[in-house]
């Protein structure tokens, strides 16, 4: 019946979990060495935290502590911001500034908060709603069993008649509370038949309670003036500057105890303000025409340029305003006038007099954005899907790009070769430029050469009329219909035909130069197997005749964790502690609502490496937990085993601000949740990246800048963690078995070999180590006429396999991405 009877405080669920709550206090200016205290408790997600000049993200130097159902002390360092102004903030899970999770019930209680200098003592948790029964036994000093179970009743009974007439000092209030946690009080409705049918109503009534769709906003609450920082060092404020309008229309202050918002917003449309009007009128000018009336649409001040046409950003202005501030008629208006429909071709007088063409003399010749970019050879590839709404998308999608995920530390990049702007900033006017890059990306990227292999695809399934070269040429208009919208002239039909045949002759070329290089580099393996073969064979047949199958050729990795009662590495040191909950089960490191491991400092350098563990989930729809992390001790730097962290129920190879994270596109996870399985992430020192579950490659690898090196006592391997603190979403929850590090790549049979995939494996230290002299010296320089092979077969690139139609025209199609005209508005 009762879920709890809290001590004084402020709680967020009286009524009910389902209510939504957010507590803030009032900001606290810091001093030096200075930290805080909070005494909290809660669960379903509900968070605490202090907040820095109302910044809503979590990070190393701003923890968010998960609440847990009983009460503790969370202890803060503030010294890094002292001379800062923080507030302390607690909120149900769904209700946290951006930090939002989907949990529908969620509560907090708080009961002190205290900031304290370092040298003052801390406070100290003890068995708080044990001072009732201390007081009475002071007093009445029982000799006996009978007399102190008396004087347990009599303190209970106290306790119970304080409660009901709203008199309960916390100490009473917390040890009715560990009485019904302990099952020594009534609290079933069986056994309190009385209450039961006021009970049935409140069930009743609380399941009706509706839980709230959230929209981002912002809070209305004690606004306060800032000061102006002396040359932008937010260390040296200035006097604050009162809030009020630009000084050119108002320079009074507003007279309201609120942000002044409200007041701003009243600014913006008053009568006398043309600004606001002016504005958004050159902006639509400026993506009309590629240049505004204002050439700075994100500056009309001082600083900023002169219209060129004073007089038609007012009149457009007013009109704007007269009908109605509606975009649709003013851009109609726009497009419908002559100006808009002028020729790009610019006569020699205004080359001359106005080579910028301020004066709009003719169309102005612009490239593309970014996503246009994007969607253009989405069309003609006939990849787009026309569909609208949904979730974002990553770049490989065929959606349009207004649907492509920005994630600030993670930019598509398609999208900024063709410079998408900073997220993070507001830009009116976007950057064009022209750059190597550009054309390399149109000629290499391996999304664009998809969209040329489907473009190619496309247009040689359209239906052609007479002989081939008839054929060839109807094609090529259909091309450039595509493309540009035009047909193509006599001289650029010829001049693809050219390129198709000249991309042909290539290829042929290309494919003998390879085979030759692929005979070479084969002919040298054959040796290098022919030395290694016997060797190999015969440690196997020895091994089998032993009955032990490959026990024994197994990799070794420099730290192991069993979790066979204990955290301990088995292999190493690095033996791990038990944090947050996390608890040992049957062989197993069970973590779930915030429990995790991290071990000791690893005693050797790790560059090269491979992760791997066995893990079971509890679910298959949790986002961006941990399994296995090797990290800098305050989480900065690391790269973890991580589930669903960017695309639901993928593996991936997580790292600090995805610098070494790619998807591997791998298949779905379905069978983790019922029983364990294995995964492991190997990192070469060439920056390959490469993932395996259950033994077998996983997804495709993919190349990164370049492993990251831990060094020796400056790192830790956490277990149930993306990465430290353990805040937020980065914690999983399941089961790991077991857990093992490699100070170096394991390659795709060791991996085999350590799953259990496969047991015909032996390590090829273990076969070099029976060679002889000779038999090293040749395997050393068949590997140095590979390595100089492979290097030529490098230096060639990608070859089709075939000569085909789709291949010669999928060349053409990344040919012409790269013309000015394809990129190009007139």
């Known amino acids: 019946m009762l879920t709890g009877i809290y001590p004084a405080g402020v709680y967020s669920h009286v009524l009910s979990t389902k209510h939504g709550a957010r507590l803030t206090s009032r900001d606290i200016s810091l001093g030096e060495d200075l930290e805080l205290w909070v005494r909290v408790i809660g669960d379903g997600g509900a968070t ?32 890094y911001w002292s001379g800062d102004d923080v507030h302390i903030e607690l909120t149900t899970a769904a209700d946290a500034p951006l930090l939002v999770k989907n949990q529908p019930r969620s509560w907090f209680g708080l009961r002190e908060a205290i900031v304290r200098r370092k040298d003052q003592p ?25 007399e102190l179970a008396a004087l347990y009743g009599d303190v209970i009974q106290a306790a119970i008649a304080a409660w009901q007439d709203d008199s309960a000092s916390d100490e009473q209030a917390l040890l009715l509370d560990a009485c019904l946690r302990q099952g020594l009080l009534p609290n079933q409705t069986t056994t309190l038949p009385t209450a039961a049918p006021l009970v049935g109503e409140y069930r009743q009534l609380e399941e009706a309670i509706p839980v709230p769709t959230r929209v981002p906003g912002l809070d209305e609450s004690v606004g306060r003036n800032q000061p102006l920082f002396e040359r932008g060092n937010h260390k040296h404020p200035g006097d604050p500057v009162p809030r009020r309008f630009l000084e050119v229309i108002d320079s009074a202050p507003y007279a309201t105890e609120q942000s002044g918002r409200l007041e701003l917003a009243d600014d913006l449309l008053r009568p006398d303000n043309p600004l606001t009007r002016r504005v958004l009128v050159n902006r639509v000018w400026h993506h009309l025409f590629g240049q505004g009336i204002v050439s700075t649409p994100d500056n009309f001040g001082r600083l900023g340029d002169v219209p060129s046409h004073p007089e038609l950003l007012d009149w457009l202005a007013l009109r704007f305003e007269a009908d109605g501030w509606s975009l649709r008629k003013l851009i109609r208006l726009i497009v419908t006038s002559g100006t808009w429909q002028r020729s790009s071709r610019a006569s020699e007088q205004s080359q001359e007099l106005d080579p910028e063409n301020r004066l709009l003399s003719h169309a102005n010749v612009r490239r593309l954005e970014a996503e246009a970019i994007r969607d253009v050879m989405l069309t003609v590839s006939g990849r787009l899907e026309h569909q609208t709404g949904g979730t974002p998308v990553d770049g490989n999608a065929p959606q349009r790009s207004v649907y492509v995920r920005v994630r600030r530390n993670s930019l ?82 010829e001049r693809s035909l050219q390129y198709v045949a000249a991309t042909r002759a290539r290829i042929e070329e290309q494919q003998r130069d390879v085979a030759v290089l692929e005979r070479s580099v084969a002919a040298c393996r ?22 032990d199958k490959a026990v024994g050729f197994v990799p070794e990795p420099i730290g192991r964790w069993e979790f066979a009662g204990n955290a301990e590495d088995v292999a190493g040191g690095a033996h791990g502690e038990l944090r947050g909950g996390a608890k040992l089960v049957d062989g197993a490191l069970v973590v779930s609502g915030g429990g995790h491991v991290v071990t000791k400092p690893i005693t050797k350098t790790v560059r090269e490496k491979t992760l791997e563990a066995w893990v079971q989930l509890d679910n298959l729809d949790q986002r961006a937990g941990g399994v296995i992390t090797i990290q800098t001790p305050d989480g900065v730097f690391f790269d973890s085993i991580v589930f669903a962290e960017r695309d639901p129920r993928q593996w991936l190879a997580g790292s600090n601000n995805f610098a070494r994270t790619q998807p591997f596109n791998g298949p779905r996870e379905e069978e983790a949740a019922g029983q364990p399985v294995h995964v492991a992430i190997v990192y070469q020192a060439d920056g390959m990246v490469i993932g395996y579950r259950n033994g077998k490659p996983y997804g495709k690898p993919y190349k990164s800048n370049g492993p990251y090196e831990f060094k020796a006592g400056q790192a830790v391997v956490s277990f149930g963690v993306r990465h430290l603190p353990a805040v937020g979403n980065r914690l999983l929850s399941g089961k790991i078995m077991r857990a093992q590090l490699y100070d170096r790549a ?81």
């Open 48 to 79: 605490v935290r202090y907040v820095v000049q109302d910044y809503p993200r979590n990070g190393t130097v701003y923890p968010v502590a998960d609440l847990s159902g009983d009460w503790k002390w969370q202890r803060y360092d503030l010294a």
């Open 122 to 146: 801390a406070p100290v948790e003890f068995s708080e709603y044990l001072a009732p029964l201390f007081d009475a036994a002071t007093k009445r000093q029982p000799k006996s069993v009978a």
């Open 412 to 493: 598509d990049p398609f999208l900024r070769a063709f410079d998408f702007p900073e997220p993070s900033a507001t830009v009116g006017r976007r950057d064009v430029t022209n750059v190597p890059a550009q054309s390399l990306t149109m000629l290499n990227d391996e999304q664009v050469s998809g969209y040329a292999t489907a473009w190619a695809q496309r247009v040689l399934q359209l239906p052609v009329d007479g002989e081939a070269g008839a054929a060839q040429r109807q094609r090529i208009q259909d091309v450039f219909l595509s493309a540009f919208g035009r047909e193509a002239s006599d001289g650029e039909v």
């Open 526 to 547: 054959e040796q290098i197997e022919a030395l290694k073969s016997p060797v190999r064979k015969r440690l196997l047949d020895a091994l089998k005749k032993d009955g």
């Open 746 to 826: 394991l390659s795709a049979e060791e991996v085999a070999a350590s799953s259990g995939a496969s047991s015909d494996f032996v390590p090829d230290s273990r076969v070099m180590a029976e060679l002889t002299a000779d038999e090293l010296e040749t395997i050393a320089r068949l590997n140095l006429d590979i390595g100089a092979v492979e290097a030529e077969l490098k230096h060639l690139g990608s070859v089709p396999d075939e000569i085909n139609d789709v291949a010669l025209w999928s060349e053409l199609a990344r040919a012409i991405f790269t013309f000015k005209e394809f990129i190009y508005v007139r």
